[in-house]
């Protein structure tokens, strides 16, 4: 019972371990004389992602390799049919153009390459389909390609927007990273030990675990960004946070994971990747369908009923 308690609270601890950890480090970098959307594109942008890549670290070097690949591939499924679909139905999201036509391509390419790496045994005939520790370089040098691309995209006030930061003293600074980095470390360990107890409590996969509830649950700041965001009617923010977090998960967070320890793949997960890539193009054609470069409330809710739709698949088949 304390492991399922430890599990559920893991989630809190974990997401306001990383909102600690943004707050203190932005701050500190703004004290640097760091610009507000230097800071929101990496400070801001890696502690969104804290969530996954901590719960990925401990599931990799703990051998629980299939809630490391379900967290991920269910983040990216979630973010776009259920964050996007919620944000979008909250208010109509208008995309920028560097957005449709550069970074939605760029987080399909991420999910190409996913399917291509982790099926060694369909391309190359090969006994078992791991993800290589080349595998994971070959995503970390991805990654580095997209970050001097955002980079470069700060030169451009059209396509990009400043983060506000909360200016705090160096005390109640290095508080806040401390405090945020306990909580990550303990809201890791809570979930990966809850996901794998609940997986042999109820004899399901931990592959289900992962694709579900932990990915959910880890995806939570981006559902609660995006929403806000929609509200706020800033809705570029609310589909640059979404499409950003699927290229850092993939590229970063299953990029480490492999380099940590190779992530077996087991082929039934194929299924998943398809989704993946099927909502990244779902996305990118529904930018061109109805209002140009807008997903529209109705958009909206068929993705969401796509979510509906792949869950009540899972449920019957993993």
Do not use: C
Not at 46 to 75: C, D, H, M, Q, R
Not at 97 to 107: A, G, H, Q
Not at 210 to 239: F, M, N, R
């Amino acid at each position: 019972m304390m492991t399922y308690i430890l599990f559920v609270v893991g989630f809190y601890i974990l997401i306001k371990g990383a909102d600690l950890l943004v707050d203190g480090s932005s701050s500190i970098a703004k004290k640097l004389n760091i610009s507000n959307i230097v800071i929101g594109l990496t400070i801001v942008a890696f502690g969104t992602s804290a969530p996954e890549f901590i719960v990925n670290i401990f599931a990799s070097a703990k051998g629980n390799t299939e809630i490391a690949i379900g967290n991920i591939l269910g983040s990216n499924i979630a973010n776009i049919l259920l964050i996007l679909g919620v944000a979008s139905i909250i208010y109509p999201i208008s995309a920028k153009k560097n957005t449709v036509l550069k970074e939605i391509p760029f987080s399909l390419l991420a999910a190409l390459l996913v399917a291509i790496t982790a099926n060694d045994v369909l391309i190359d005939g090969s006994s078992a389909s791991v993800i290589t520790r080349i595998d994971g370089f070959v995503f970390l040098g991805f990654f580095i390609i997209f970050l001097y691309y955002t980079f470069s995209i700060t030169k451009s006030d059209d396509d990009i927007n400043e983060t506000p930061v909360k200016e705090l003293s160096y005390l109640k600074s290095a508080t806040y990273i401390l405090l945020g980095l306990t909580g990550l470390v303990l809201g890791g360990k809570w979930i990966v030990d809850g996901a794998v107890a609940i997986a042999e409590s109820f004899n399901v996969s931990q592959s289900l675990i992962g694709l579900t509830v932990v990915a959910v649950g880890t995806s939570l700041p981006e559902l609660a960004t995006s929403a806000v965001a929609a509200y706020k009617k800033q809705s570029d923010i609310a589909i640059g946070n979404v499409v950003g977090s699927n290229i850092f998960n993939i590229f970063w967070i299953l990029g480490a994971s492999a380099v940590i320890r190779p992530l077996p793949f087991n082929t039934s997960s194929n299924a998943d990747i398809l989704v993946n890539i099927l909502a990244s193009v779902i996305l990118f054609f529904a930018m061109y369908v109805g209002k140009k470069h807008v997903l529209e409330r109705w958009q909206g809710i068929i993705l969401l009923l796509f979510y509906i739709s792949y869950l009540v698949y899972l449920v019957n088949t993993r």
